[in-house]
């Protein structure tokens, strides 16, 4: 095989005798006429060894480089890393042939020597092909490179390097030494890493070499910045060590324990109250929390009761607030304290607060039930009425009534009305009672403002209604009787 070789490297330097294409070395800006094959001589494993090539037209005519490529059985030690463009490396240049040389005109590229085992490489032929052929037969030796060692260990090639899980925002390291055992200077190979949350520092990245007998230190750092599975590639040379770690969540801030305080006047149905939050201590750290509010048949155990209009101010049921580093009271949207409503339902008010991993009782209130609140009661006289009404014959007072009923389950019934003269005499045929269990019931079972009613009745009169000036309307539910105040007109 090795005579075979040598007659085809003397016929393509035959060949090359009459060519106006010439092939050289360029070394330290030094031009060597190439012969008929390059030694690249020993690079360590790891490391690389890279010489530049240049053609050049010694002719008085343009030529084309047409093709430029390594051929033969050679290991992937050899390769064309950057050449035929001065913005284009390996096998994109290649795509920009054909290339023009004019004369007297050069074309520069470099091929990269490469170990990747201990020993001598298999050659590679480059051939060229720029008017006229050119070939010559690469070759060059693997040594000992620096070893790599972790815990005072061989790392093999290839080997992962795992980290434990870590907090994210935390850090963990691995030391890697980077030791010659050989009795020459080796060279320090390129260094670097692929992928987030991983990093590299300590003396290997500054040194350029490493004598005899010594190392210097790679630190590989893992910094994760979110939770879950991190990879990345360290390289080393030639050589890719996997990296693989963990990013653990970290742990919410504790925080000094929150309390609710209540302002109140009544704890009673159709109230409006507020409540702040303040902290046993300073907070070590800023942070967001809630407070919930709901209307239950206990403090702690009981269900839920439905009542819509048991919120906070802004009509949900749950308020959002702030603390800010070296508080320790929470700042809600609108300043210090959120304001709610107490509905219109018997039970029991609950209030949560929620600050990283709290764990407080909640606070509650207990709304009792009650006698039927009247919001409202106005008396109209001297109202029409739609001729659809049964009896629309005459003149007519009209009672409306806002009122609510927070007993459970909702029990208003009876009404009652009064009318007075201006002697406060009553007119007769009050007063008039109407049962209306039916008609609030049926009321309820549909209603989604919780005890929230409204009543609107019509009364004829029978002769001058302007000696109606006054009167009273009476409601009754299963806590009793309920008076409004005098309704004038």
């Keep these: 095989m090795s005579r075979a070789a040598g007659l085809f490297v003397l016929l393509g330097a035959a060949a090359c005798a009459s060519a106006q294409v010439t092939l050289s070395t360029v070394q330290g800006g030094v031009v060597t006429p190439a012969g008929q094959g390059y030694l ?9 060894a890279d010489v530049d090539f240049r053609l050049t037209n010694t002719g008085s005519s343009p030529v084309y ?5 390594l051929t033969g059985s050679y290991a992937p030690d050899f390769s064309i890393v950057c050449g035929l463009s001065p913005d284009l490396c390996g096998s994109a240049a290649l795509q920009q042939l054909p290339i023009r040389i004019n004369p007297a005109g050069t074309l520069d590229f470099t091929v990269q020597f490469q ?11 480059m051939t060229i092909t720029a ?6 037969i690469l070759s060059g030796a693997g040594v000992q490179g620096l070893t790599v060692l972790l815990n005072n260990q061989p790392l093999a090639a290839g080997q992962t390097i795992s980290f434990v899980a870590v907090q994210a925002g935390s850090s963990q390291t691995i030391t890697l030494m980077l030791a010659n055992d050989t009795p020459a200077l080796l060279a320090v190979p390129a260094i670097a890493v692929t992928g987030r949350s991983f990093s590299v520092a300590g003396s290997a990245l500054s040194a350029t070499s490493v004598p005899p007998g010594t190392s210097t230190e790679l630190d590989v750092i893992f910094t994760p910045a979110a939770a879950g599975p991190q990879q990345a590639t360290l390289t080393i040379g030639a050589i890719a060590y996997p990296l693989q770690g963990t990013g653990l969540a970290p742990p919410p801030p504790v925080y000094p324990t929150p309390s609710i305080q209540l302002n109140l006047a009544t704890p009673a149905s159709a109230q409006q109250g507020s409540l702040s939050v303040s902290l046993a201590s300073a907070a070590a750290s800023s942070g967001i929390g809630t407070v919930t509010l709901a209307l239950t048949g206990a403090c702690t155990s009981g269900s839920p009761i439905a009542d819509p209009t048991v919120t906070f101010a802004d009509g949900t049921n749950s308020a959002t607030f702030t603390v800010a580093q070296g508080a320790s009271a929470g700042q809600f949207g609108g300043g210090p304290s959120v304001s709610f409503g107490t509905g219109t339902t018997a039970g029991t008010l609950v209030f949560t607060v929620t600050l990283g991993n709290s764990n407080v009782p909640p606070t509650c209130v207990t709304i009792q039930p009650a006698l039927v ?26 009672f409306q009534i806002n009122g609510w009923d927070n007993t459970q389950p909702r029990s208003a019934s009876q009404i009652t009305f009064s009318f007075f003269n201006s002697s406060g005499a009553a007119i007769q045929p009050s007063p008039i009672a109407v049962d209306e269990t ?6 309820f079972a549909g209603a989604d403002m ?14 001058d209604s302007d000696l109606v000036v006054a009167a009273a309307v009476q409601i009754t539910n299963s806590m009793g009787t309920v008076q409004s105040a005098t309704i004038t007109f």
């Design 373 to 398: 609140g009247i919001d409202a009661a106005v008396a109209t006289r001297n109202v029409g009425c739609a001729p659809s009404v049964v009896y629309c014959t005459g003149t007519y007072i009209q």
């Design 131 to 136: 008017g006229n052929a050119l070939s010559i």
């Design 115 to 125: 170990p990747l085992q201990l020993g001598i490489s298999i050659p590679a032929t």
């Design 450 to 463: 919780g005890g929230v009613f409204g009543v609107n009745a019509l009364f004829p009169v029978n002769g």
């Design 438 to 443: 039916a008609a609030f019931q049926q009321y």
């Design 40 to 48: 690249f001589g020993p690079v360590a494993l790891g490391g690389a």
């Design 65 to 69: 480089l047409t093709s430029l490529a």
